[in-house]
Antibody, heavy 122, light 106 residues
Framework: QVQLVESGGGVVQPGRSLRLSCAASGFTFSNYGMHWVRQAPGKALEWVAG????????YSADSVEGRFTISRDNSKNTLYLQMNSLRAEDTAVYYCARPRHPYSSDDPFDSWGQGTLVTVSS | DIQMTQSPSSLSASVGDRVTITCQAS??????LNWYQQKPGKAPNLLIY???NLETGVPSRFSGSGSGTDFTFTINRLQPEDIATYYCQQYDNLVTFGGGTKVEIK
């Protein structure tokens, strides 16, 4: 079955960097667009970034534009989120999510990882 | 950017009640609207896609309707296991989530 496992979270100081990973299995990763969604403690879900199956298209929220970069390695079935210049307001659980259909980034998210917690604090 | 305004932010209802949540988009999003359920400490779970389509395996007491800018999510005959926070999500232009509705049992 589809499995998405995030890793790389932890405590980091403001201004520092962190890279999250999402290891995918149970489906043909290279055929699917992928996304990152985050949730600050006690807050609503917030879409962070998305990437097409072939890496040709990348999208990100205004709140992270210029600081976060989404990427993927289809040979390793892994999605990444490089987070630079981290701020306290980036503290959240970060989820990777897969759209329902292959070759589409614009689709309902029918598979989610369990999330990884990023805490930005001095 | 498309903003999604979800209401109410929380509600309390009795088992067996009908519960209705609304979501309003800041611009026309056609029917590109999904609804998710999230229980504490868990990832969201897709319930309704493209405004009114029930995801496979989801109980039929859940339903959705609407198009354009105004959408409604309904739980008929609320069950104790429906206690959760519900989110709308537009995907007409990038992705935006609503602010969530926390559903509690009275």
């Amino acid at each position: 079955q589809v499995q998405l496992v995030e890793s790389g979270g932890g405590v980091v100081q403001p201004g520092r960097s962190l890279r999250l990973s999402c290891a995918a299995s149970g489906f043909t990763f290279s055929n699917y667009g992928m996304h990152w969604v985050r949730q600050a403690p006690g807050k609503a879900l917030e879409w962070v970034a998305g990437i097409s199956y072939d890496t040709d298209n990348k999208y990100s929220a205004d709140s992270v534009e210029g600081r976060f970069t989404i990427s993927r390695d289809n040979s390793k079935n892994t999605l990444y989120l490089q987070m630079n210049s981290l701020r306290a307001e980036d503290t959240a659980v970060y989820y990777c999510a897969r759209p329902r259909h292959p070759y589409s980034s614009d689709d309902p998210f029918d598979s989610w990882g369990q999330g990884t917690l990023v805490t930005v604090s001095s | 950017d498309i903003q999604m305004t979800q209401s109410p932010s929380s509600l309390s209802a009795s088992v067996g009640d009908r519960v209705t949540i609304t979501c309003q988009a800041s611009q026309d999003i056609n029917i590109y609207l999904n609804w998710y359920q999230q229980k504490p400490g868990k990832a969201p779970n897709l319930l309704i896609y493209r405004a009114s389509n029930l995801e496979t395996g989801v109980p039929s007491r859940f339903s959705g309707s609407g198009s354009g800018t105004d959408f409604t999510f309904t739980i008929n005959r609320l069950q104790p296991e429906d206690i959760a926070t519900y989110y709308c999500q537009q995907y007409d232009n990038l992705v935006t989530f609503g602010g969530g509705t926390k559903v509690e049992i009275k």
